[in-house]
T-cell receptor
Framework: EDQVTQSPEALRLQEGESSSLNCSYT??????LFWYRQDPGKGPEFLFT???AGEEKEKERLKATLTKKESFLHITAPKPEDSATYLC?????????????FGQGTTLQVKP | GAVVSQHPSWVICKSGTSVKIECRSL??????MFWYRQFPKQSLMLMAT?????????EQGVEKDKFLINHASLTLSTLTVTSAHPEDSSFYIC???????????FGPGTRLTVL
């Protein structure tokens, strides 16, 4: 069964304290791995798509990496405005509809 | 680019009434849209896949007669919650698929409260 697991569930950081969020996946065939940011009471905001092991993408203080088993979202010198829930999702080759399988998310709180 | 809107952003209704939620892709055409439900502090739960011009595909356990989905154009999908009850109160989020690559872009969500 295709599965996505995110850890930790919650993460508290001081402003400027870099860290990483993990997304482990077990799927029959990975078509793409997606990272989204979700603020309370809002819909998810697209961040990155990764397609193959070794791929990396960056956006401001965020950097996403991908291996054959997991993805990491590295946050460098976070600011309070980076506080949000970060969702990881995978798309598999067996799905021709663009359907996503989501992890449970990591809620990040950055304190000033 | 890739902006998706939802209307209304919040709605309060009485038990037994029906509520319609609209999802629009504003700057691209979407053959496929998705409807999700999200409970507090939980991840997104896919309800159904909406395809333009054809019947929606519902996930297991989702009542298709209760959650009516219509995707009449390439920029609009609607979700109608029929005979709503308090247990239908939730945050409903839609997404639209922009192909090549197949990326889902999400709307801002609709908060439904059934009294």
């Amino acid at each position: 069964e295709d599965q996505v697991t995110q850890s930790p569930e919650a993460l508290r950081l001081q402003e400027g304290e870099s860290s990483s969020l993990n997304c482990s996946y077990t799927v029959s065939g990975l078509r793409g791995l997606f990272w989204y940011r979700q603020d309370p009471g809002k819909g998810p905001e697209f961040l990155f798509t990764l397609y193959s092991a070794g791929e990396e993408k960056e956006k401001e203080r965020l950097k996403a990496t991908l291996t054959k088993k997991e993805s990491f979202l590295h946050i460098t010198a976070p600011k309070p405005e980076d506080s949000a829930t970060y969702l990881c999702a995978v798309q598999t080759h067996s799905s021709n509809t663009g359907k996503l399988i989501f992890g449970q998310g990591t809620t990040l709180q950055v304190k000033p | 680019g890739a902006v998706v809107s939802q209307h209304p952003s919040w709605v309060i209704c009485k038990s037994g009434t029906s509520v319609k939620i609209e999802c629009r892709s504003l700057d691209f055409q979407a053959t496929t849209m998705f409807w999700y439900r999200q409970f507090p502090k939980q991840s997104l739960m896919l309800m159904a896949t909406s395809n333009e011009g054809s019947k929606a595909t519902y996930e297991q356990g989702v009542e298709k007669d209760k959650f009516l989905i219509n995707h009449a154009s390439l920029t609009l999908s609607t979700l109608t919650v029929t005979s709503a009850h308090p247990e239908d109160s939730s945050f409903y989020i839609c997404s639209a698929l922009q192909g090549v690559p197949d990326t889902q872009y999400f709307g801002p969500g609709t908060r439904l409260t059934v009294l």
